[in-house]
């Protein structure tokens, strides 16, 4: 199903058949966390952005409307009118954040919803079998995600946990993709490695959900507060063990720097809030650096926000008009700003796999580390 087209150094260019359509990476999945992109956007929108695969929020779609509730109205691709890969998370991560309402044990979490508090109960089976409702074309492995720092004899033990979760996952998707009224009997399956910033840890677990023969692979608990340094140590203490014939997601990252970075090291797909909400809040990523558009000296700015960029909000609009929406409190502000943002990451994406293609990744390395984090 993988792909491995070229490599140069550690960094990979492949392709990734799915039943939703064939995915090419380095990836960045555009987060849809309630089966829409925060900021007004739908999936018309997305495809003209360039956006490959969809990721939408176990947990909150568990919530509301229901993954039940889902199923009945055809999966989350009717649901959305969205045909290309969609990933859902395993709701492993908003339990996490959930710290204060939750109870951690071997069979599973029970947890209050932060809807209305009411109790809730999910292991890997009750994961499994919500993604499946939803038919997502890759549904991710249930795990607990430890807090940095963390104490080592914790990060241990919970992440030897997280591998006799990984198989009673994996024995009940096969269990669930072989019934008849499942939506999706293809849906894939992505193991999740844990292990805090332990790089001992870390590889041991990489070790063990390899032998598992997964879809995926995906790299979790990191970008939650540890220095970048930390981050891309422990990718490149797990980067060997990791099996070269599947992909690998780092999970909720993150900046243009970190993607590029990430790539460097072996990585193949990315995810993370980080473009939409800072759209929203008037932070704008460009080919020169970041733009705060609230700024007072985009007043009487007719430019168009990149003039390297061709998304639609670069095409008609100027930074004058998008300081004046957010000034006026204008919804079009939102709309306007999170499809450039994901225009922008949805093209890095694609200018790193053409400078893969090209032989010059290196080169394009060298040339956006520091320029595209820099703040105008």
């Given at each position: 199903m993988f792909k491995l087209l070229k490599t140069e150094g550690?960094?990979?260019?492949?392709d990734f058949k799915t039943v939703h359509g064939t995915i090419q990476t380095p990836v960045f999945m555009n987060v849809g966390t309630a089966a829409a992109i925060k900021g007004?956007?739908?999936s018309f929108d997305l495809k003209e952005i360039g956006c490959q695969v969809e990721l939408s929020n176990t947990?909150?779609?568990?919530?509301r409307p229901g993954d039940k509730v889902v199923k009945s109205l055809g999966g989350l691709h009717k649901f959305m009118n969205w045909d290309r890969p969609i990933l859902t998370d395993s709701g492993g991560f908003q339990v996490f954040s959930l710290s204060k309402l939750r109870k951690i044990k071997e069979e599973g979490v029970y947890f209050q919803s932060h809807i209305d508090g009411h109790h809730i109960f999910m292991g890997p089976e009750e994961s499994m079998q919500i993604q499946s409702n939803l038919a997502s074309t890759i549904a991710m492995a249930f795990d607990e995600c430890v807090e940095n720092p963390c104490e080592k004899d914790y990060a241990k033990a919970s992440s030897q946990m997280t591998v006799r979760w990984l198989k009673r996952c994996k024995a009940e998707m096969e269990r669930l993709n072989s019934l008849d009224d499942t939506i999706n009997k293809k849906q894939m399956l992505f193991a999740i490695n844990q292990g805090s910033t332990y790089a001992d840890l870390r590889i041991e677990n990489m070790k063990q959900i390899a032998d598992l023969d997964l879809d995926g692979y995906a790299i979790g608990g990191l970008a939650v507060g540890e220095p970048a340094e930390v981050m891309y140590s422990i990718i490149e203490a797990v980067e060997p063990f990791a099996p070269v014939n599947k992909p690998r997601y780092l999970m909720g990252v993150g900046t243009p720097e970190n993607i590029i970075e990430a790539v460097y090291r072996g990585v193949d797909f990315f995810d993370c809030v980080m473009p939409s909400r800072n759209a929203r809040h008037?932070?704008?990523?460009?080919?020169?650096?970041?733009v705060n558009i609230n700024n007072a000296k985009y007043e009487t700015d007719d430019s168009p926000l990149d003039p390297n960029c061709n998304c639609h909000t670069c095409r008609n609009f100027s930074k004058g008009y998008l300081r004046h929406l957010f000034k006026?409190?204008?919804?079009l502000a939102l709309r306007l700003a999170v499809i450039h943002n994901l225009s922008f990451y949805n093209k890095l994406a694609a200018d790193i796999r053409c400078a893969l293609d090209n032989g010059c990744f290196e080169d394009f390395r060298?040339?956006?580390i520091g320029k595209l984090s820099q703040r105008i």
């Open positions: 550690k960094a990979r260019r492949g007004g956007l739908d947990y909150h779609l568990h919530l008037g932070t704008l990523f460009t080919s020169i650096g970041m006026a409190n204008e919804i060298k040339e956006n």
